[in-house]
C-alpha cells in the first residue's frame, strides 16, 4: 500500500511521536542519573592550609572543604609527618556547613607534614586522599 505525498494513516503518525518522546524521555533520564551520581561524591574542593603551601605559623586547625555532604561520625582527618608518623587526628563536623569539617593540629614544628582524609560521603561512598603542606622556619 503507498500513500501519496508521504502521508501515512493517522494512527501510525501517533505511534512514531509516541515512541520518539518515550526514547526522548528515557535518554533524559538516563543521562540526569548518571551526572547526578558522578557529581555526588565528596571530593576534596578547598583546604585550609592549602595544598604545597609554605606557611610561616603553624596552623591551629586544620579545615577541609567539599564537593558534597560529608558524614563526621564516619569520617577522618590525620596529620602526619613526612615519614608517616601520626601527630593528630579526628574530625569535627562544622554546624551548618554539611561539606567541611575541621581537625585540631598539635603544635607542628617546622617541615613538611601530610594531611590524609577518609570521608564518607552523604551519598554513601568512602573518598580518601591526601595533599602536603610545608610549616617554614622562622
Keep these: 500500500m503507498t500513500y501519496a505525498d508521504n502521508t501515512l494513516p493517522v494512527r501510525a503518525r501517533r505511534q512514531a511521536g509516541l515512541n520518539f518522546a518515550v526514547g526522548g524521555v528515557f535518554a ?3 543521562a540526569v542519573a548518571g551526572a547526578t551520581s558522578a557529581f555526588a561524591h565528596s571530593f576534596l574542593v578547598d583546604a585550609t592550609p592549602s595544598s604545597k603551601e609554605h606557611v610561616a605559623t603553624p596552623p ?3 579545615k577541609l572543604r567539599f564537593g558534597g555532604g560529608v558524614e563526621p561520625p564516619y569520617s577522618k582527618i ?7 608518623k601520626v601527630l ?3 574530625n569535627t563536623g562544622v554546624p551548618g556547613k554539611p561539606r567541611e569539617l575541621t581537625a585540631n593540629a598539635p603544635e607542628l614544628a ?11 560521603s552523604s ?5 580518601e586522599g591526601n595533599y602536603e603542606f610545608t610549616v617554614d622556619a622562622k
Design 88 to 90: 593528630g587526628e579526628g
Design 60 to 62: 591551629k586547625t586544620i
Design 78 to 84: 590525620t596529620i602526619e609527618t613526612a615519614d608517616g
Design 123 to 127: 551519598d554513601g561512598h568512602i573518598v
Design 110 to 120: 617546622p617541615g613538611k607534614y601530610i594531611v590524609r582524609y577518609r570521608v564518607l
Design 28 to 30: 533524559i533520564v538516563f
